[in-house]
């Protein structure tokens, strides 16, 4: 991975790469899911084709026992055939034109996925730019909106390091400047 601007806050850093997340070795990845916890495509096939096909089945077993999982919620799992050791499941909005409530509940998934790794005691975590897929978030609006949450959650002493691992320039961009505009220079 290259190109990894970081940002310290407090005890901890937030770092704004580009790469592919399942190659990313942190403790935790965040899975950008639906709410059927099936797979699909975008990072969620990605991840579902690494980590091979007891991903699905604990996916499975969660579901059969709790439901579908709403947007802003997250559950975890292990990572299975990935480096990272567990894979935290959350599921973003999809974007209706921006009044349907999709800013609190992007902030949802970012404040239960650093949530979920604190409480199992993870320092690390790698997140992609969820909703800004076939979800439709624009990016610019999910840059702040992700660059917020991590930064507090990394105040709070939540995790040590979060890491935005982006798929394109674009997103890069677009998450290093949402960074530099709320954090400053890193
Ligand atoms: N590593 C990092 N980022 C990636 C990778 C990868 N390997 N592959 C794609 N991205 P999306 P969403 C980026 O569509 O918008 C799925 O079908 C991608 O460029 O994966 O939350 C689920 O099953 C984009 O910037 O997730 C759901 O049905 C970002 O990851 C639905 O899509 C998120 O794009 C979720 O949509």
Same mark, same amino acid.
């Given at each position: 991975?290259?190109?990894?601007? &970081?940002?310290?806050?407090?005890?901890?850093? *937030? !770092? !704004?790469?580009?790469?592919?997340? =399942?190659?990313?070795?942190?403790? $935790?990845?965040?899975n950008a899911a639906n709410s059927s916890l099936l797979g699909g495509g975008g990072v969620d096939g990605?991840i579902h084709r690494?980590a091979?096909p007891e991903l699905l089945a604990a996916c499975k077993a969660i579901v059969a026992k709790r439901g579908p999982l709403?947007?802003?919620?997250?559950v975890?799992t292990?990572?299975?055939?990935?480096?990272?050791?567990?894979v935290?499941h =959350?599921v973003?909005?999809?974007?209706?034109?921006?009044?349907?409530?999709?800013?609190?509940?992007?902030?949802? %998934?970012?404040?239960?996925?650093?949530?979920?790794?604190?409480?199992?005691?993870?320092?690390?975590?790698?997140?992609? %730019?969820?909703?800004?897929?076939a979800?439709?978030?624009?990016?610019?609006?999910?840059?702040?909106?992700?660059?917020?949450? *991590?930064? &507090?959650?990394?105040?709070?002493?939540?995790?040590?390091? @979060? %890491?935005?691992? *982006?798929?394109?320039? %674009? $997103?890069?961009?677009?998450?290093?400047? @949402?960074?530099? =505009? *709320?954090?400053?220079?890193?």
């Amino acid at each position: 991975m290259n190109r990894q601007p &970081a940002w310290i806050i407090g005890q901890g850093r *937030l !770092v !704004v790469a580009m790469g592919d997340l =399942t190659l990313a070795e942190h403790e $935790a990845i965040v899975n950008a899911a639906n709410s059927s916890l099936l797979g699909g495509g975008g990072v969620d096939g990605a991840i579902h084709r690494a980590a091979g096909p007891e991903l699905l089945a604990a996916c499975k077993a969660i579901v059969a026992k709790r439901g579908p999982l709403p947007p802003g919620q997250a559950v975890i799992t292990p990572g299975f055939r990935l480096k990272a050791r567990w894979v935290i499941h =959350t599921v973003g909005p999809i974007w209706h034109g921006g009044g349907h409530d999709e800013e609190r509940l992007l902030a949802s %998934a970012y404040d239960a996925s650093l949530a979920l790794a604190a409480e199992h005691g993870l320092s690390n975590v790698a997140f992609p %730019a969820i909703s800004c897929g076939a979800y439709g978030y624009p990016l610019d609006s999910a840059a702040s909106v992700a660059v917020g949450r *991590l930064s &507090a959650g990394i105040a709070a002493g939540l995790v040590c390091e @979060a %890491a935005m691992i *982006l798929f394109s320039e %674009a $997103a890069h961009d677009a998450f290093v400047t @949402a960074a530099k =505009t *709320l954090l400053g220079d890193p």
